[in-house]
């Protein structure tokens, strides 16, 4: 029975292993040829009358639209744009939710064809002529973007809450940056994701006119001759993002730790929206067995703040999670750098000058390696030798030197860690952590050192680093003791980083003896955080409500601290 439980104990530690960021359950969503609330609902809140008799009418536009979608859409476009121009003329509150209705889905086929500016739609009694107006504050020019989904056409399931306002016109997703040159080079190889709110109106002349607002900036636009709220949903993107990019994604969460390879073509930082100048970077890093998803939660609630939203636009770091810290590291840094240059020849070097950083877990550990004074002192302190005379492999050495002879992205002015191991986790150190480690298949040339030759140019302190022939890999860098994380967490912040730390105690309030079931306190405290929140949860600490909140707390306080 003591063998037995041995096995559980370790077959559980295994599991644990590989869980440590998980997100949780799954995000399902599915694109409908109807809406999801039936329109016909909406008919019960009329009594008899003229609304009523008009928004039947309306109704059975759409109704004949629909059915015209696939053996003729150029006349399914013009009955769509007939029954939003005979609700947008009623000024019947009642049919607000047909007008939404009918203008996402003219909008959606307009887009999915290609329509261009002027096209004419012919009905036998009324020709319209669409026009895109992309002039105007917080308006998108119809060339920002691909495609559009109607948002309420989508059935969805699986983020916590949904961020939306009810109001007028189409909440809609749009996708970008799927034909042709990229907008700009964090653009996802699949392309992005972002929410805007679609407008029409018409002219006696017979002009449709369709405007595009970015509902990250506004919240309220003219109709009816009246200021009016929009009918925004901020969540629908996130969904999108799981749709196109997340095939497979469980596999690849724990192949990426097992067979890194594999996914390292896809390391690097990503941005869904369009880049927009006005908008602080803000960079998001995952954990191990984890993927860029894990902050589909925590950022759909923290981007609820209208002033988050207007001021702010989130990065995702991917990184497959079995590569040792060393080399993901290095690249978060060089694309951290490329964001900078980038930013700035935009335009943007004031908001470029003020990025956060969020790291949960391992992601607080690239962080760390990106925020601290790393520099050529202190290669010196390792080694008598410079880099590049190491007996290794490029590849190495190139990591090494984007470490300790490049710059660190002074643009990084604030960082928090989450639930970050900085002096590792015992649960690395088990037999079943170990096992782990030795499942983890990465050519040597990227992780094996030749210990022999390099420790004749080495320090004392060189040696304890670099203490060990064998591959190096991210659960052999996690274990407790780990010399090479004391001396990243010894070396000091740069000065002109804030830091913040979260972390979860399980709800035992037994701080500091406290843990989240992974890192204990006394790993995961740095001393001279400008605030430290002990939440309720275990490791997955950066999904925890307290959690969200703080991280929106700290992003406003950035804020009033750069007088935006």
Not at 113 to 128: D, I, K, M, N, S
Not at 345 to 368: E, N, P, Q
């Amino acid at each position: 029975m003591r063998i037995l439980g041995s096995i559980q104990r370790g077959f559980s530690g295994v599991v644990l292993c590989l869980v440590l960021t998980q997100c949780g359950g799954g995000i399902h969503v599915k694109e409908r040829d109807e809406p999801v609330v039936k329109l016909s609902t909406f008919r019960k809140e009329l009594g008899e009358g003229e609304a009523l008799q008009l928004y039947d009418v309306v109704h059975q536009n759409i109704l004949s639209a629909r059915g015209y979608e696939k053996r003729d859409p150029e006349r399914a476009i013009a009955i769509y744009l007939h029954a939003a121009e005979l609700a947008w003329r009623s000024r019947e509150e009642a049919l607000i939710p047909l007008y939404n209705h009918a203008v996402g889905q003219s909008a959606d086929l307009l887009l999915s064809r290609r329509v261009r500016q002027g096209a004419r739609f012919t009905l036998a009694h009324r020709e319209y002529t669409v026009r895109y107006d992309g002039a105007g504050e917080n308006i998108f020019p119809v060339a920002d973007f691909d495609d559009l989904i109607p948002v309420d056409c989508m059935q969805r399931s699986g983020i916590r809450s949904e961020v939306s306002q009810e109001g007028v016109g189409a909440a809609m997703v749009a996708l970008h940056g799927t034909m042709g040159e990229k907008e700009n080079p964090f653009v996802s190889p699949v392309g992005g994701d972002f929410n805007l709110t679609a407008l029409l109106a018409f002219t006696e002349s017979g002009e449709a006119v369709f405007r595009f607002y970015d509902v990250t900036k506004c919240h309220s636009a003219k109709f009816w001759g009246r200021e009016r709220d929009l009918n925004i949903n901020l969540t629908a993107a996130y969904y999108m993002v799981a749709e196109r990019k997340s095939s497979g994604a469980g596999a690849s969460k724990i192949m990426g730790v097992f067979r890194p390879m594999r996914y390292s073509g896809r390391m690097g930082l990503y941005l869904e929206p369009r880049f927009d100048p006005d908008k602080i970077p803000l960079i998001l890093v995952h954990g191990l067995v984890s993927s860029p998803m894990t902050w589909a939660d925590p950022m759909n609630e923290i981007m609820a703040d209208p002033r988050i939203r207007a001021n702010y636009q989130g990065y995702t770091y991917y990184y497959p999670t079995g590569f040792p810290t060393r080399m993901t590291g290095a690249k978060l840094k060089e694309d951290l750098l490329r964001l900078e240059a980038y930013a700035k020849s935009r335009g943007a070097s004031d908001r470029a000058d003020k990025m956060v950083i969020f790291g949960h877990s391992m992601g607080g550990l690239l962080t760390s390696m990106n925020v601290r004074v790393l520099d050529e002192s202190s290669w010196s302190r390792i080694s008598n030798e410079p880099i590049d005379a190491l007996p290794t492999s490029d590849v190495i050495k190139d990591d090494y030197k984007m470490i300790f002879e490049v710059d660190q992205p002074k643009g990084l002015k604030r960082a928090v860690f989450i639930a970050t191991p900085h002096r590792g986790s015992n649960k690395a150190n088990t037999w079943y952590g170990g096992f782990v480690a030795k499942l983890i298949e990465i050519p040597t040339n990227l992780v094996q050192l030749n210990l022999v030759a390099m420790t004749q140019s080495m320090t004392d302190l060189g040696k304890t680093l670099f203490n060990s022939e064998a591959p190096v890999n991210s659960m052999k860098t996690l274990r407790e003791g780990n010399p090479v994380l004391q001396f990243v967490v010894d070396r000091p912040m740069e000065p002109y980083v804030t830091y913040h730390s979260i972390m979860g105690d399980r709800g035992k309030g037994d701080t500091p003896n406290s843990s989240d079931g992974i890192v204990p306190y006394s790993s995961s405290h740095i001393d001279g955080a400008e605030s430290e929140l002990i939440v309720p949860s275990g490791h997955s600490a950066h999904r925890d409500p307290a959690a969200v909140k703080e991280m929106q707390r700290i992003l406003l306080e950035h804020l009033d601290k750069n007088g935006l």
